[in-house]
């Protein structure tokens, strides 16, 4: 079955940086783009982060634009964001999500999700 298990989190210093990575199973990663959210507490869900899978068009939300980078590896299954330059209120559970089409902009159009990796960040 479809799988999307998240990893890398962790515990991290303002200025740090941290790689999480996204490994999907039970499909063809490269039939599909796959997205990046993150859910601080008591908010809402909001989108980080999209690579598309025709092209591998990537997009970033203006909050993380330069300091995020998005990748993906269709041999080995795996999407990974690298964030760097991490500030306190990049604190969230953060999701990878398959997506019909790459989207930060909303969450419909995406049919599964990864459990979450927590990324704290603080001194």
């Known amino acids: 079955q479809v799988q999307l298990v998240e990893s890398g989190g962790g515990l991290v210093q303002p200025g740090g940086s941290l790689r999480l990575s996204c490994a999907a199973s039970?499909?063809?990663?490269?039939?599909?783009?796959i997205g990046w959210f993150r859910q601080a507490p008591g908010k809402e869900r909001e989108g980080v982060s999209c690579i598309s899978s025709s092209d591998g068009s990537t997009y970033y939300a203006d909050s993380v634009k330069g300091r995020f980078t998005i990748s993906r590896d269709n041999a080995k299954n795996t999407v990974d964001l690298q964030i760097n330059s991490l500030k306190p209120e990049d604190t969230a559970v953060y999701y990878c999500a398959r997506q019909f089409v790459c989207t930060i902009a909303t969450m419909s159009g995406t049919d599964y999700w990864g459990q979450g990796t927590q990324v704290t960040v603080s001194s």
């Open positions: 039970g499909f063809t990663l490269d039939d599909y783009a």
